[in-house]
Structure formats: structure tokens, C-alpha cells
């Protein structure tokens, strides 16, 4: 008796698989040929098309940096459209018509395409606007006129004489203002490092037609900077830099005639008055924000050609597979492929895009695509804590490291001596530095899964006592007055009347890791004290409330606001913005209190009234 033939061995079985790998191999092949040809196609096309659309919003910026109004741009326009084959149309913010290539009644496209402001340019397409976003073609009264600019020009040949003289090579360039200045092989202006003999300041002394500029923006700008100075209203004043190509804007702080240090704040604030003052000084000189709208012409849709011989070949593919696969193999090759194809194309995307896939199957094929899924999480997460940590080393730790630096540096310079005092601060800097470390740390691991908490049976009231030990002395050098109270229970008693914990006299128990909640109520703890004032009151407190043990740490301290309380306890966040991190923490305290409550499996809440004070409310499960 012959016996059966294995089904995996059969013939047909055989062909049948065969014939599907064929049809796999073939599909793959020629959509893989589809997809690298097309996508270099639209790849090349989509950056011709993105450098054009530059380039007109460019010429078209330019044009209302030295325009009045756009009265005369129709020209500019059409000789755009015919070099690039693309529908240009320009139309104000109401949709009023300027300009366009095409007829008036042809509809515009469904959206902008950018808008058009010489004082709210895109740095990116304008080189010269990247710090105040204005076009530097757009010079308004700071433009020159003939005699002063031929006046200019004379001084900078001279200027450039001396250079020569004294071995530094330069080249005369002309702002947009008609300014001559004098550009180094680098590209640097004025030469980068003037020779002395050459330094008599002559080329760079504003002339009349920039000093009367110069009067009209400090005019503009006045009240803004005098509300900057504070009560030192002449602390700033608007000046012009002929050093930068795009003849910068800037504010002069006069420290040299008052003396005085101006602050960061104080600096941005008084750059913004000089750049808003700027932006309404040009507003008369340039014209009224615009519209663009790009449509597609013809040089714009991309155009793939099948040459015979290429068609013979998808021809001839075709045929195969058809004649060659079953539909019962179409089927299961199409189910079998499909969750495969969304796999590679996913893990084919750059990794920044973290790219998921369905899962449709319950098979091997959907196990993979679960466990893809999961990589992708735990990657997202990775990257995402990794680049939390970087900005949060970096924000940190700026500042106590320049001040141990700065330090050091007139040390080694014999400016200041090393005394007790000097390494007493450079001490309390390095104290700064590695309480930021740690608290970091603490972080890192708790985003990352990775906190280990050792865990036993603590007592609710011995937990609280520890911490009132611990923060005592901090408290009395402070004046604040540290109190603790423990509730009687106010959970469920067994019927013998007991409460059910491990004793019989109502104590709350948790099964917690005693170091880090001492960690967490202690954050709490000083927290309290640093922002409540002397004579003031802290007062810890817990009790059992159902199935949960409650801890409390209220205050008499200032409070937090009411659009502050979502952000308590974000990383380097806090309530008094003035506050240094040496006398008001490192702003991670309150993180690290939710984390370790998290860890723990409880929740931490606040509440809070300005000038009454704020109350910290920990819940934690129950382990009696």
C-alpha cells in the first residue's frame, strides 16, 4: 500500500509555492523600481519648486522694502511667472487684488502661500533678518543721497588705502543704503581687526541724513526706553552699527557716562523698543503687507515617461504573475504581505518620526507588529528623556559653572586672593552644583523606570516625626514655627474593634521605602519654609481615610497663584521668578515629590490662596 504523500511535499503544494514566490519577488522588484524612481523624481521636483518659491518671495520682499506701495509691481510680477511658469498673484489681507500673472476672474488658490512684510520677514528666505526679522533692503530715512553717498565712498578709498598700507587687503562694498564699506577676504567688515593708524572712526561717523534718521527713531523709541531705565531714564538711546552689512539697529547703553550695569531683562527690553521704533520709523517707506498665492504651471507637474522597451517588461511581469498565481494564492500572498509591507515601510522612515503600524492579524505576523509597536514606545520615550535630561543639564548647571569659573579666572589672574571667603563661595557653588546632579538624577531614574524603592512596613507618625527632627534646626534659623499632628483613624475598624493595621490604637501603616518618603515630605518640608515668613507656621499632619493614608504639609507662606498651580510641579519651576536657585532651589523639588508619590503608587495635590498660604495633600495606599 503506497503511502500518502506528505501535503508539504506535494507537487501541487510545491508549484503553488513556487509560483507565489515568483509573484512576491516579482511585485517586490517592480514596486520597488516604481518607488526609488518616482520618489527621485518628486524628490528633484519638490526642491526645484521649494527654490523657486523662495526666490519669489524674495524679489517680491525686496521690492516692498524699497516701494512705497505696490503700485508698480505688476511687471515684477509677470517677469516672474514667465521665468518660472508659475501663477503669481498678490492680493491684500482682504483678499483685494494687487497683482497677478493670470486674468482677474481665474480663482485664486484655497491658501497663501506666505505673506509678504519687508518688517515681519522670513529670516530664512532674507540672509540679513535673522535677529529683528526686518528685510535689510529696507532702509527708509537711512538712505543716502548722491553727495553724501560719493562723500562716503571717498572716505572708505582712503580707508582702504590705509589697510593696504599696514597689510590688511579689503574690498569697498555698498549697503542697501548707499553706505561704502570696507569687507576682508572673510567677509568680515571693516577687516575684522582695525590697524591702529586706520582707526580714526571717520567712515563710521553717522552722516546729517543718518544723525536726522537716528534723531526720528529715538523720538519713536523714547518712552519705551526711558520706561526701561527705570529711574534712569537716559540709561539707553538708539544707535546704528556700520558694521553689520545689514546696518543693524541696535540700543547704546551708556554705561560709560552713568556708570551703571544694565541688566539681561533690561537689554532685551530695550532691543525690542529700538526694533518695534525701527519697524514704525519704515513703515512710510515700504509697502502694506501683502498676500502670495503660487499656483502650478506647467514646468511644475512632474512628468514620468514609459519607454516601449519598459513596457514590454511590466507587460511581460504581468502576464507571468497572472498566469503563474492561482487566486487562492493571490489572496493569501496579498494577506500575507500587506501587514509586511507596512513593517518595512515604517522601519524605513527616519527614526525621529517614530512611525507605528496597525495590527490587523492575531498571528505571528500581528505578534511582530505589537512587539514593532512596543519598540517604537520605548524609543519615543527614550529619546524624549534624553533630550529632557540635556536641556535640563544644560539649563541647570549654566550658571553655577560660569560663576566657579569667573572666579577662578581673576584667581589666576591675581585680581582677587584666594581667601576663606572666596573658597567659601566657590564652596557653596559646587554645593549648588551637586544638588542639581542629584535631583537630576533622581529624575532620569524615575522617567526611566529604573527608581528602586526598598520597601517595608513604615509607621505613618514615626515617618512625619523623622522629618520634623530633620528640619528643625532649618526651620528655627528661619523663624517658622514646625508643628505635626496625627488624626485618628477614619477608615473602616474591624469587629473586634480594632483598626486593622498591625496594632490596635488606630496607627496608619505604609508599605513604602522610609528614605525617599523622607525624601519627598522633607521637599515638601523646605519648600514650606523658603517661601513662608518669619513668626510664620508649617504644620504635618496625616491621618487614615479609608484605604489610603493621607499626609499634609500646610503653610502660612505667600501662596501660589491660581494660574500657577498647573505648573507646581513641572522641572525648574517656580513660584518667585526673582529667586536665584541657591535661595530657591533648583526649581526640581516638587518634580521629584510626584515622581516618588508615583513610585509609590499614591497622588500628590495642591491648594493654595495668595498672602495665606499653600497645603500639599499626599495620598498613598494604605498597608494596614
Wanted: proline fraction near 5%.
Amino acid at each position: 500500500m503506497t503511502r500518502p504523500i506528505p501535503l508539504r511535499k506535494r507537487l501541487l503544494v510545491r508549484l503553488l509555492i513556487t509560483s507565489v514566490l515568483i509573484a512576491i519577488c516579482s511585485v517586490a522588484a517592480t514596486a520597488w523600481l516604481a518607488v526609488e524612481t518616482t520618489t527621485r523624481a518628486i524628490q528633484e521636483e519638490q526642491g526645484q519648486v521649494l527654490t523657486e518659491d523662495m526666490d519669489i518671495l524674495r524679489q517680491l520682499s525686496g521690492y516692498a522694502a524699497t516701494h512705497r506701495d505696490w503700485s508698480g509691481v505688476g511687471k515684477t510680477v509677470r517677469a516672474l511667472s514667465d521665468r518660472t511658469g508659475r501663477r503669481i498673484a498678490l492680493t491684500a489681507p482682504d483678499r483685494t487684488p494687487i497683482a497677478d500673472s493670470e486674468t482677474r476672474d481665474t480663482a485664486l488658490p484655497p491658501r497663501a502661500a506666505a505673506a509678504v512684510d519687508p518688517l515681519h520677514t522670513d529670516t530664512f528666505t532674507e540672509p540679513g533678518a535673522q535677529r529683528t526679522g526686518i528685510d535689510p533692503r529696507a532702509v527708509g530715512p537711512f538712505r543716502l543721497p548722491r553727495t553724501e553717498r560719493e562723500r562716503v565712498r571717498l572716505l572708505a578709498e582712503k580707508r582702504r588705502a590705509c589697510f593696504s598700507i599696514n597689510g590688511v587687503e579689503t574690498t569697498i562694498t555698498q549697503m542697501a543704503s548707499g553706505r561704502s564699506v570696507l569687507v576682508d577676504e572673510d567677509g568680515t567688515v571693516d577687516g575684522g581687526q582695525v590697524p591702529t593708524p586706520c582707526a580714526d572712526g571717520v567712515l563710521n561717523t553717522p552722516t546729517a541724513t543718518e544723525e536726522k534718521a537716528l534723531a526720528e527713531l529715538n523720538t519713536y523709541a523714547g518712552d519705551c526706553l526711558k520706561g526701561v531705565g527705570g529711574k534712569f531714564p537716559s540709561l539707553f538711546a538708539a544707535t546704528v552699527d556700520f558694521t553689520d552689512r545689514s546696518m543693524l539697529t541696535r540700543y547704546l547703553g551708556r554705561k560709560a557716562e552713568t556708570g551703571i550695569d544694565t541688566t539681561r531683562d533690561q537689554d532685551k527690553k530695550a532691543q525690542e523698543c529700538v526694533d518695534r521704533a525701527r519697524r514704525q520709523q519704515l513703515e512710510p517707506y515700504v509697502a502694506p503687507a501683502a498676500e502670495l498665492f503660487l499656483g502650478r504651471g506647467d514646468s511644475a507637474v512632474p512628468h514620468f515617461d514609459m519607454s516601449a522597451a519598459n513596457k514590454a517588461k511590466v507587460t511581460g511581469v504581468a502576464g507571468l504573475v497572472l498566469a503563474l498565481t492561482v487566486a487562492v494564492t493571490v489572496l493569501v500572498a496579498t494577506r500575507l504581505v500587506r501587514p509586511l509591507r507596512a513593517l518595512t515601510h515604517a522601519a524605513q522612515q527616519p527614526p525621529e518620526q517614530h512611525v507605528r503600524v496597525p495590527v490587523t492579524t492575531q498571528d505571528e505576523t500581528g505578534i511582530l507588529a505589537v512587539a514593532f509597536n512596543d519598540l517604537a514606545d520605548r524609543r519615543e520615550r527614550m529619546e524624549a528623556q534624553r533630550k529632557a535630561m540635556v536641556a535640563d543639564i544644560a539649563h541647570e548647571l549654566r550658571t553655577p559653572l560660569t560663576n566657579i569659573r569667573g572666579w577662578l579666572e581673576v584667581t589666576r589672574d591675581g585680581v582677587v586672593d584666594p581667601d576663606p571667603e572666596l573658597l567659601a563661595s566657590l564652596h557653596d557653588e559646587a554645593v549648588v552644583l551637586q544638588r542639581v546632579i542629584d535631583d537630576l538624577q533622581d529624575l532620569a531614574a524615575a522617567d526611566a523606570g529604573t527608581l528602586r524603592l526598598h520597601r517595608e512596613p513604615v509607621r505613618a507618625d514615626e515617618l512625619l516625626e523623622q522629618v520634623v527632627a530633620a528640619h528643625r534646626v532649618a526651620a528655627e534659623g528661619a523663624g517658622v514655627r514646625l508643628h505635626m499632628s496625627v488624626a485618628a483613624s477614619q477608615g473602616s475598624h474591624g469587629s473586634d474593634g480594632s483598626d486593622g493595621s498591625d496594632g490596635s490604637d488606630g496607627t496608619a501603616w505604609l508599605d513604602a521605602d522610609p528614605v525617599r518618603m523622607r525624601q519627598a515630605l522633607g521637599n515638601l518640608v523646605s519648600n514650606a519654609i523658603r517661601h513662608t515668613p518669619a513668626d510664620g507656621t508649617i504644620t504635618l499632619s496625616c491621618r487614615r481615610q479609608g484605604d489610603e493614608v493621607v499626609f499634609e504639609v500646610a503653610d502660612t507662606g505667600s501662596g501660589i497663584a491660581p494660574e500657577d498651580l498647573p505648573s507646581v510641579f513641572e522641572r525648574f519651576w517656580r513660584a518667585e521668578k526673582s529667586r536665584s536657585r541657591r535661595t530657591g532651589g533648583s526649581g526640581l523639588g516638587l518634580s521629584i515629590v510626584r515622581q516618588l508619590v508615583t513610585a509609590h503608587g499614591g497622588t500628590v495635590t495642591v491648594t493654595s490662596e495668595l498672602g495665606t498660604g499653600s497645603v500639599f495633600t499626599l495620598r498613598l495606599p494604605d498597608a494596614g
